[in-house]
């Protein structure tokens, strides 16, 4: 029963001055608003990249040429040639939970087709190519192993070339283009799949067979990678274990710490990207919290302000028989309802906030419950923290000296 009179007599003190309330509560209301806000875009761009990067397939594995140094320089890993076609082979025949795997070569160069050309590159492969990046045919069909091993002159084009070099909307297939002045035959074009994650258009690019692109193109007799797929994305950990003992046999490394390769499976690049997110989502939230904090100091300055204003009343109560720890109740219950007032006036506004910015600016995000309640955890704790100390000041009025007052 007293703790509800405390309440109401908080309750009242509040109403009585309402805008100065609503100024009080502005640092809280903006600092939970921002919390939200943030997490539930750093939720979102988790869930997006997680999205968009198993949409080229899960279960892709990558071995790659590692950096190395020589004389005190350390070279680009791309510029590494310690990959070759005997690596793919031991790869593809020792490997048994890898279920596809390519070469893969890449270069850049223009595509030309009569007056129109455009810049792209070009992917060296084997036919195993479309079935690791899950990628279907929109139209005309893939190359087959033998004109692999004839390095014929065939290709495949993303509709981005197609828009660019027949304009005039010409069936590709059966036509002749020329990347770097070497003539192609168009014999598929890809199914259209936009930009990934990283802002790369996916459908701007030439697929031909890798014996093609390295011969005729690049001029090269090493691989720039090999791309495979695991069984499943539950057997992708193994296989990358498995692959990296090949590689280790077939480079004569017995220290991994030496290892000149990479093999990274599509999860742990998610889960690097995860972590680049999230350290930023932090960055973001530690500058929202500082709202809070003013918020919080808000509170305390407007606390000692009522202190001021109502030493008198203290006093009066006092006098009558009210106790120091109803004084130091009443002005704590005080400072905490305008804390989590303030905390839900901060949630709805972070919640329309999330959805402004889905909707106007096309950010993904994702509202965590675990947002919602530690930033109305926090708001009940800065009530408590910053209110503590006028409330104890309050309290610890002499009725006498409160009484006398003016």
């Known amino acids: 029963m007293r703790l509800l009179n405390l309440f109401k007599i908080a309750f009242k003190a509040i109403v009585l001055n309402k805008m100065r309330t609503l100024l009080t509560m502005l640092g809280i209301i903006i600092g939970v608003a921002s919390v939200i806000a943030m997490l539930a875009i750093g939720e979102g761009s988790k869930e997006s990249i997680r999205e968009n990067i198993s949409s080229m397939g899960s279960n892709i ?15 680009s890993a791309d510029e590494m040639q310690t990959l070759t076609l005997k690596d793919y082979e031991a790869v593809k025949d020792q490997a048994t939970f890898l279920s596809y795997a390519t070469p893969l070569v890449t270069g850049k160069g223009q595509v030309i087709n009569g007056a129109n050309n455009w810049p792209s590159g070009i992917y060296g492969v084997n036919p195993d190519y479309l079935k690791i990046k899950v990628v279907d045919l929109q139209s005309g069909s893939m190359f087959t192993d033998a004109e692999v091993k004839m390095a014929s002159k065939v ?7 197609v828009d660019n070099v027949f304009p005039d909307g010409q069936d590709p297939i059966g036509q002749m283009i020329r990347f770097n002045n070497i003539p192609f035959k168009v014999i598929g074009v890809l199914e259209v799949k936009g930009e990934n994650t990283f802002g790369q258009d996916q459908d701007d690019v030439v697929i031909a067979p890798y014996t093609t692109v390295q011969k005729r193109i690049l001029a090269i007799d090493y691989i720039n990678q090999i791309m495979a797929s695991a069984i499943s994305e539950d057997d992708a950990p193994n296989a990358v274990t498995e692959v990296s003992e090949i590689m280790r046999i077939q ?26 997110s999230e350290m930023l989502t932090l960055l973001l939230v530690a500058v929202a919290s500082i709202s809070l904090l003013i918020g919080g100091i808000g509170i305390m300055n407007i606390m000692y302000v009522s202190v001021k204003e109502r030493t008198k009343e203290i006093g009066l109560r006092m006098a009558v028989g009210a106790k120091g720890a109803d004084i130091l109740m009443q002005f704590l219950i005080e400072a905490v309802l305008i804390s989590i ?29 675990y947002s919602v309640v530690i930033s109305f955890a926090v708001c009940a ?16 009025l002499d009725p006498i000296t409160a009484l006398r007052y003016e």
Not at 252 to 276: G, R
Not at 348 to 354: E, K, P, Q, V
Not at 381 to 396: E, H, L, M, N, Q
Request: proline content about 4%; hydrophobic content about 45%; cysteine-free.
């Open 61 to 75: 594995i990558t071995i790659r040429p590692a950096s190395a140094s020589s004389g005190g320089v350390r070279a």
């Open 155 to 161: 290709a495949l084009i993303g509709q981005t070339v």
């Open 251 to 276: 480079h004569q490394i017995s220290n991994p710490n030496k290892d000149d390769f990479t093999v990274q499976s599509m999860e742990e690049l998610i889960s690097t990207f995860s972590s680049t």
């Open 341 to 369: 007032t303030g905390g839900i006036l901060g949630v709805l506004l972070g919640l329309a906030s999330t959805i402004f910015i889905e909707k106007f600016l096309n950010w993904p995000t994702s509202v965590a419950m």
């Open 381 to 396: 704790v800065t009530g408590i923290f910053f209110g503590w100390y006028p409330a104890r000041k309050a309290s610890a």
